[in-house]
């Protein structure tokens, strides 16, 4: 599957309309050229997705036998799965593009995380003011692979930098501590100064003379 499948499809049928996600994600998508093209029919369907093969093949001008097959094989790789609908006592099938737009979200999640994964290594050169070295990256890179949030990396990162020091391993020791406090992002380090505060104040303040 490639692009130039994309161009013949606009060049045959110019009112065709290809989103945008579909393009940019087209070589993670386990399809072939007619199931490419199936899916494009169903992503163009404004109306309800009745399953009618008979009507596919029609507007597809490929054979009914064909037709089934090539939903078949979307409903196996779980790109499409076929419900049942009850409208006016008249129980229907139609065809669900859930499991797809579910497989496109994840795409979009995963793209979303390895920008923001490559925009803290940004960060961090940037208050070093040098290049990472690799063990520092590798260090950075198990802090993320063990969950911890990139807002709360970025808090230790600041807390170290408003310390005076520009060192992975105090970073470190801070997101270890943090860790143990049951800290998850940096809201939670927020609310416990503010928690710490309100104390402070309670102490500090003059009740005798008050």
Same mark, same amino acid.
Request: proline share 1%; charged share 30%.
């Given at each position: 599957m490639n692009k130039?499948?994309?161009?013949?499809?606009?060049?045959?049928?110019?009112? #065709? +309309?290809?989103?945008? =996600?579909?393009?940019?994600?087209? @070589? $993670?998508?386990?399809?072939?050229?007619? *199931? &490419? %093209?199936?899916m494009l029919y169903f992503l163009n369907n404004k109306e309800k997705l009745i399953f009618n093969p008979k009507k596919i093949s029609e507007d597809l001008y490929l054979e009914q036998n064909y037709i089934l097959?090539?939903?078949?094989? #979307? +409903?196996?790789?779980? =790109?499409?799965?076929?419900?049942? @609908? $009850?409208?006016?006592?008249?129980?229907? *099938? &139609? %065809?669900?593009?859930?499991?797809?737009?579910?497989?496109?979200?994840?795409?979009?999640?995963?793209?979303?995380?390895?920008?923001?994964s490559k925009d803290i290594y940004s960060r961090f050169e940037k208050e070093f003011g040098r290049t990472l070295s690799p063990i520092e990256y590798e260090t950075i890179n198990k802090w993320i692979e063990s969950n911890i949030s990139l807002d709360l990396i970025e808090a230790a990162l600041k807390e170290a930098i408003l310390s005076g020091v520009n060192s992975i391993r105090y970073i470190d020791k801070i997101l270890f501590e943090w860790n143990k406090k049951g800290y998850k992002n940096a809201d939670d380090i927020i609310k416990k100064n503010q928690a710490d505060e309100y104390i402070e104040e309670i102490y500090d303040y003059d009740w005798l003379n008050e």
């Open positions: 130039n499948i994309i161009d013949e499809l606009l060049r045959v049928n110019t009112n #065709l +309309i290809i989103p945008s =996600y579909l393009i940019k994600y087209i @070589s $993670k998508l386990d399809l072939d050229k007619n *199931e &490419f %093209i199936m097959e090539i939903i078949n094989s #979307l +409903i196996e790789k779980k =790109y499409i799965s076929i419900e049942m @609908s $009850k409208e006016n006592g008249i129980i229907e *099938e &139609f %065809i669900s593009l859930d499991l797809f737009f579910g497989k496109i979200n994840l795409f979009l999640v995963e793209s979303d995380k390895d920008t923001n």
